[in-house]
């Protein structure tokens, strides 16, 4: 539930906390698109007290400040906030959730699973820093077996072809003969799919399930997204 701190008129509350007028705010209240915390069918005047929560579309509203989402991407979006050509991760988040929202690191187009969206640049930039080392754990499916020789290798570093220097030690655990858990703190254009090229393999299926502390929430159907929890955020 987002908490209130002070009083003041629903629409007013929603027009600042989704950058939308107030105009289109009482449009979407009179569709039923609001949800007060103990009141289902609230009024553009309806009062909100601390302690109640505001939902709109059933995702919580936050007066300005930052935003913080989780998206499961599907295959075949780009992690981009426009594009002239594919749908974006931000496509998937409703107009009114939008604004200056971007993706905080890429996954390729046809990688599917974790994408984390914020408004807050330092909080992005704490994300994705080399300096931070933030590891993102993938399920990996590959068209040859994975042998121990390969897990040896990708736990002690990789050169990468093109490249002068080679990849961060990884923790990598074999799931199954063509299936593995592969965890990597850099991100390099392509690296997975390159590390295990260099390998003799080919990656044919790619999953981000975590970024630091926070994992993919099992409940999110590819193309969905939640708000993160306070303690995500503090993770980062």
């Known amino acids: 539930m987002v908490g209130i701190s002070m009083v003041m008129r629903l629409d007013f509350f929603l027009a600042h906390g989704t950058g939308l007028s107030r105009k289109q705010v009482k449009i979407l209240i009179g569709k039923g698109a609001v949800r007060v915390d103990g009141e289902e069918r609230p009024k553009a005047n309806t009062r909100v007290v601390e ?106 570093g990789i050169l990468l072809r093109g490249e002068d220097r080679p990849t961060l030690p990884a923790e990598a655990e074999r799931l199954s003969e063509h299936e593995l858990l592969l965890t990597i703190t850099e991100g390099r254009y392509h690296q997975v799919k390159r590390m295990l090229a260099a390998r003799g393999n080919k990656v044919e299926g790619l999953h981000r399930e975590q970024i630091g502390e926070i994992e993919l929430d099992a409940e999110l159907a590819p193309g969905e997204f939640r708000v993160l929890t306070e303690d995500e955020v503090a993770s980062i």
């Open 51 to 156: 302690g109640q929560g505001v939902w709109l579309h059933d995702e919580p509203v936050q007066l300005p400040g930052h935003r913080y989402l989780m998206l499961h991407k599907p295959a075949g979006v780009v992690s981009a906030t426009e594009d002239g050509e594919h749908r974006t991760v931000v496509d998937l988040i409703p107009a009114e959730l939008r604004r200056d929202l971007h993706p905080a690191g890429r996954l390729d187009r046809d990688t599917t699973g974790l994408v984390l969206l914020t408004s807050d640049g330092d909080w992005s930039h704490r994300l994705t820093s080399p300096n931070h080392a933030c590891g993102k754990r993938y399920r990996v499916c590959c068209a040859d077996p994975v042998s121990d020789e390969d897990l040896q290798a990708l736990r002690e």
